[in-house]
């Protein structure tokens, strides 16, 4: 009787990098704000509370790569979060953390007009 064991891979997401927010510097978060796209992912993020990479490229209208490009920016800059839900990222503000090390900084963003990005 031959007996085969089947290996079974498991499949694992590597959790994105989140810089503590102690860590978040001013400089680093304006240059990831320099870039118009960014500006308008964190907009629709403050509209959206979170979503995914494909919500973003659709709206924006930009290819998913691009939109990951300027996400993995704010991310690393310390503006947005990512949680894993199955195979996709969902993306978040940290607004708490960032209107507490900088006050105002989200607010300004948000409301800032189209034609002036």
Same mark, same amino acid.
């Given at each position: 009787? @031959?007996l085969s064991?089947n290996r079974?891979?498991?499949?694992?997401?590597?959790?994105?990098?989140?810089?503590p927010?102690?860590?978040v510097?001013f400089t680093?978060? @304006?240059h990831?704000?320099?870039?118009p796209?960014?500006v308008?992912i964190?907009?629709? @993020?403050?509209e959206?509370?979170?979503?995914?990479?494909t919500?973003y490229s659709l709206?924006l209208?930009?290819?998913?790569?691009?939109i990951?490009?300027?996400?993995?920016v704010?991310?690393?800059?310390g503006?947005?979060k990512?949680r894993?839900?199955g195979k996709e990222h969902?993306?978040s503000l940290?607004?708490e953390e960032?209107?507490?090390k900088?006050p105002? @900084?989200?607010?300004?963003?948000?409301?800032?007009?189209e034609?002036?990005?």
């Amino acid at each position: 009787m @031959l007996l085969s064991m089947n290996r079974i891979k498991i499949a694992t997401m590597k959790i994105p990098y989140h810089p503590p927010i102690d860590s978040v510097h001013f400089t680093k978060v @304006l240059h990831a704000l320099s870039e118009p796209n960014r500006v308008k992912i964190i907009r629709c @993020l403050d509209e959206s509370i979170e979503n995914n990479c494909t919500a973003y490229s659709l709206e924006l209208k930009m290819p998913k790569s691009t939109i990951s490009h300027h996400i993995k920016v704010l991310r690393e800059a310390g503006l947005i979060k990512a949680r894993i839900e199955g195979k996709e990222h969902i993306y978040s503000l940290r607004r708490e953390e960032i209107d507490q090390k900088f006050p105002g @900084l989200l607010q300004t963003v948000t409301e800032i007009k189209e034609e002036d990005i």
